[in-house]
C-alpha cells in the first residue's frame, strides 16, 4: 500500500511539474547553419535585430480608435546581429555563402487598449514568425529555418497626434518555436550550465523573447489617416533572448504513465 501511495503521489508531482516549470533564458548556446550551407556560431547570448513593421489599424468602424479596435502588422527583420559571452558585439556578421539571417511575419496581429488622448496599448493576440536564410528581398527563394508561433505580446505607442514622432513605443513578444530546433541541431547549448532543463533536452520548449522598440518612420512610407483607420510604417530595433522550459508534454506523459502503472499494479493484486 505504503508503494502504491508513493507512484500515486510521484504521478501526481510530475503532472503538476507543468505548471512550477519555469523558463530559463539562455546564454551560451549554439547556431549552426552548416546543413543550409553557412557557418556556425558558438557562445551567442542575445541576437539583436533591426528591420520594420507595417500597421494597419482600424477604427472599428466609428473613425475613432477606441479599446477593443483591431490590428495587424507585417514586419520583416532584416539585419540581425549578435553578442558573444564575453560582451562582444558581432555587427554584420558573415552568417554564410553570402546569405543573410532574418525575421518575417506578415500575419501578427491584436487589439489596441487603455486608449487616452495621449498613448494606447497594443495586445498582440495571434500570428506565426518566420526564421529565414537567404535574401531578405526574395522571401520564396529563401530557407525556412524555423517557424514560431506567438505566446504573447504587448506594447505601447504615443497618440498625441497621429502625424509627426507618434506611433512610437516598446513592444514586447514571446514567440514559441513549433519547430524542433533542439532535436534538429540548428539551435544547442551545454546541459550543464542548466541541470534543471538536462532532464527534457532536447524535447524542450523554446521560444524567442523580442524586446523591441519602434519608431514612426515616414520617409519610406507616408501615414496614412482616414475615417477607416491608418496605416504606417515603423522602424523596429531590439534584443532577442533565447528562452527554455520543459515541455508540458513530456511531463504529461510520464505523469499519466505512473498513474496508469499505480492502476495496473491495483489490477494485477486483484488478480
Keep these: 500500500m505504503k508503494k502504491l501511495f508513493m507512484y500515486f503521489a510521484l504521478a501526481l508531482t510530475v503532472l503538476a511539474m507543468p505548471v512550477m516549470a519555469q523558463a530559463t533564458d539562455i546564454y551560451g ?9 553557412g557557418n556556425t556560431f558558438t557562445n551567442i547570448d542575445q541576437l539583436s535585430v533591426y528591420g520594420y513593421g507595417d500597421i494597419d489599424q482600424s477604427y472599428g468602424g466609428d473613425g475613432v480608435l477606441n479599446s477593443g479596435d483591431p490590428f495587424s502588422v507585417s514586419s520583416m527583420l532584416y539585419n540581425v546581429a549578435y553578442t558573444d559571452g564575453n560582451g562582444v558585439y558581432h555587427n554584420n556578421p558573415d552568417w554564410g555563402g553570402g546569405k543573410e539571417l532574418f525575421f518575417a511575419s506578415d500575419n501578427l496581429a491584436g487589439i489596441v487598449t487603455n ?17 529565414y536564410f537567404g535574401d531578405s528581398n526574395n522571401l520564396a527563394g529563401s530557407t ?24 512610437s513605443g516598446p513592444t514586447d513578444m514571446g ?51 482616414n475615417d477607416e483607420g491608418f496605416t504606417a510604417r515603423v522602424t523596429t530595433g531590439g534584443d532577442i533572448t533565447l528562452v527554455a522550459t520543459p515541455e508540458p508534454s513530456t511531463f504529461l506523459i510520464l505523469g499519466f504513465g505512473l498513474l496508469g502503472l499505480v492502476g495496473f499494479r491495483r489490477k494485477f493484486k486483484k488478480a
Design 115 to 131: 486608449v487616452t488622448a495621449t498613448n494606447f496599448d497594443y495586445v498582440y493576440q495571434s500570428g506565426d514568425v518566420t526564421l
Design 29 to 37: 548556446w549554439t547556431l549552426d547553419l552548416s546543413a543550409y550551407g
Design 144 to 167: 525556412a529555418l524555423a517557424t514560431m508561433s506567438l505566446s504573447w505580446g504587448l506594447g505601447n505607442s504615443t497618440n498625441v497626434n497621429l502625424g509627426g514622432a507618434a506611433l
Design 175 to 225: 514567440i514559441q518555436f513549433l519547430t524542433a530546433v533542439l532535436a534538429n541541431g540548428l539551435i544547442s547549448f551545454d546541459t550543464t550550465d542548466y541541470p534543471e532543463l538536462a532532464a527534457a533536452y532536447p524535447w524542450l520548449s523554446t521560444f524567442f523573447t523580442f524586446d523591441l522598440s519602434n519608431n514612426l518612420n515616414t520617409n519610406v512610407v507616408p501615414l496614412v489617416i
